[in-house]
Nanobody, 121 residues
Framework: QVQLVESGGGLVQPGGSLRLSCAAS????????MGWYRQAPGKQRELVAT???????NYADSVKGRFTISRDNAKNTVFLQMNSLNPEDTATYYC???????????????WGQGTQVTVSS
């Protein structure tokens, strides 16, 4: 069974920075795509950024130039460096992993439990 555990959320002032981490556990051979999504109160969950095993990244327009996604394939971990945060970034951030090769086969679309990011003065 594959589990994702996020960390690094919290309260930060506008203009500040946070770094989120997400570690996948289980008998994992490889993970194709890892990413971050977020959901603000009363809104649908939306893409923030994704990264392939080969390092190809994709960002939402709203975070381009401010957020950077990266990953450590050896540790099955993905990171999200968030700079120049503003109140509109306040949301619960969820880690996602897709097309995970495991001992029992390929697992798709696994989600973490979420970590809260609040941007406020």
């Amino acid at each position: 069974q594959v589990q994702l555990v996020e960390s690094g959320g919290g309260l930060v002032q506008p203009g500040g920075s946070l770094r989120l981490s997400c570690a996948a556990s289980g008998t994992i051979f490889s993970i194709n795509v890892m990413g971050w999504y977020r959901q603000a109160p009363g809104k649908q969950r939306e893409l923030v950024a994704t990264i392939t095993r080969g390092g190809i990244t994709n960002y939402a327009d709203s975070v381009k130039g401010r957020f950077t996604i990266s990953r450590d394939n050896a540790k099955n971990t993905v990171f999200l460096q968030m700079n120049s945060l503003n109140p509109e970034d306040t949301a619960t951030y969820y880690c996602n992993a897709d097309r995970i090769r495991t001992l029992i086969g390929t697992v798709s679309d696994v989600w973490g439990q979420g970590t809260q990011v609040t941007v406020s003065s």
